[in-house]
Structures are given as C-alpha cells and as structure tokens.
C-alpha cells in the first residue's frame, strides 16, 4: 500500500504564493511520475502539473509560467506564484510506480486552496 500525504494549502489573496508538498511512503520499489491534480467546485479534475522520473514536467497551459513542480526522491511540490482567484480548488497528489504490491498508481487526499480576490 502505498499512501500520499499532501500539505500546504491554505487561504491566500490573489497575488500571493503557497507551496505544496506531498511525500509518498510505503514499500516503493521506483516512482515514474509524480503528478498534482486540482477540482473546484462543480468542475472536472484536472492536471496542474507532472513530472517524470527523468525530470521532465509537463503544465496546464493556465498555470503556466506561474506554477512550478519539482520533486526529491519520494517527495513532489507544487510553488504557486501569482495565484489567481481561478486557482482555488481542492489540489491532489499522484504518483505512479511500482511497489511490493506490484504496479500503482495512488492518490493524496487532497489540499484546498483558496485565493481570495
């Protein structure tokens, strides 16, 4: 079983920044991405941003610029700069791998933004 424990999130107005974090434990055997998801309210869950295990990081074109992801080892974040009232939503954490279990593909509980205006 592989479990994600995200943290970070909070109330910020727009302009400002937050950082995210989400360590990954259990028995992994090797992680091949990591990745941070956001749902708002009403709407479907979609990608904010990933990276490979080789480093290579894909973003939604609305974060752009403004969003970036890194990871170490088992640990992935997400620095939110210029965060707009848009960016509000519940933002998780997924990783996919293989484990002692076999292959997974596991996600956080998830981590609410919100940005005021």
């Known amino acids: 079983q592989v479990q994600l424990v995200e943290s970070g999130g909070g109330l910020v107005q727009a302009g400002g920044s937050l950082r995210l974090s989400c360590a990954a434990s259990g028995r992994i055997f090797s992680i091949t991405a990591m990745g941070w998801y956001r749902q708002a309210p009403g709407k479907q869950r979609e990608l904010v941003a990933k990276i490979s295990s080789g480093g290579r990081t894909n973003y939604a074109d609305s974060v752009k610029g403004r969003f970036t992801i890194s990871r170490n080892m088992v640990t992935v974040y997400l620095q939110m700069n210029s965060l707009k009232p848009e960016d509000t939503a519940v933002y998780y954490c997924?990783?996919?791998?293989?484990?002692?279990?076999?292959?997974?593909?596991?996600w956080g509980q998830g981590t609410q933004v919100t940005v005021s205006s």
């Open positions: 997924n990783a996919d791998g293989a484990g002692a279990g076999g292959a997974f593909s596991s």
